[in-house]
């Protein structure tokens, strides 16, 4: 089953079409990676299937219902949830603050207002306290609880990062380069959060330019080159793909 349908989606900044007409279906419980050169519009689909950004044109469709137009935090609520290829952890938090965050969907400063407002019943926010700790067990950083989330180490802030977008619960985690700046051993363990992740049932989209991180975790991958989709197929078809190729050869000859 389909979990989501991109339509024609197509984004225009004035004569830029940063996506153009691309469309593709996401079968549900797998990973697709979307790869491309540099600008070629991954982090501007990643946005406008999350919300972030309106679309010029086409629709976006989660289990069939239409969520183009919707904002953030109700496509958030309908079970989308995503990383940012810029790291944006929270100063001045803990790593586990961080992660409640996500719990609520919302700003930082209604988090906190609320916080001092008290909203939730102790029992309540106890609850939200245990499962996002839940969540940071599962991904191996439950000691890095109390620590000042944007001190941690760069490989820890990307996975506190994972934790937060997992703790509302998606259906759906969009993932934007979360192995960017890692070394070796860090994109090792990512790779295999990810695949946990998936195993847990949760379908992902992720953005990676880290080719063997790709091409080991993915059961499809979608191809973007200018905006448009080039390909979408399994990795092996990918590798053996001529105008894949053919893009990518470009760029190193570049
Ligand atoms: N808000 C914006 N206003 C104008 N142009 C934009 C905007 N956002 C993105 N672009 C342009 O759209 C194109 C696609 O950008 P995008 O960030 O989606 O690329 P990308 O594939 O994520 O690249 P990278 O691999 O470098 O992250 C680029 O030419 C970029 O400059
Ligand atoms: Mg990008």
Not at 5 to 12: A, D, F, G, I, P
Not at 127 to 146: C, K, P, Q, W
Request: net charge negative; glycine share 8%.
């Amino acid at each position: 089953m389909e979990v989501l349908h991109v339509h024609n989606l197509s984004r225009h900044f004035g004569g830029l079409k940063a996506v153009n007409n691309v469309s593709f279906a996401l079968k549900e419980k797998t990973i697709k990676a979307v790869i491309g050169p540099n600008g070629a519009g991954k982090t501007t689909l990643f946005n406008l299937i999350s919300g972030f950004i309106q679309p010029s044109e086409g629709r976006v469709l989660l289990n069939s219902i239409n969520i183009s137009g919707m904002k953030p935090y109700q496509i958030a609520k309908r079970g989308i949830s995503r990383t940012f290829q810029h790291i944006k952890l929270f100063h001045g938090m803990t790593a586990l603050e961080n992660v409640m965050i996500g719990r609520h969907r919302h700003s930082k400063s209604e988090f906190i207002s609320g916080m001092l407002n008290l909203p939730w019943t102790w029992a309540e926010e106890r609850s939200i306290r245990n499962r996002s700790l839940e969540i940071m067990e599962f991904l191996g950083i439950a000691e890095l609880a109390e620590s000042e989330a944007t001190s941690l180490a760069y490989g820890q802030q990307r996975v506190v990062e994972v934790a937060r977008a997992l703790s509302c619960e998606p259906k759906l985690l969009l993932l934007d380069e979360p192995a960017a700046g890692l070394n070796m051993r860090e994109t090792a363990e990512i790779a295999k959060l990810i695949t946990k992740i998936r195993d847990m049932g949760i379908t992902i989209l992720i953005v990676e330019h880290d080719m063997s991180l790709v091409m080991n975790i993915s059961d499809e991958i979608l191809v973007l080159s200018y905006g448009e989709k080039i390909a979408d197929d399994e990795p092996l078809a990918i590798q053996n793909n001529r105008e894949v190729v053919r893009v990518y050869l470009g760029e190193e000859d570049a």
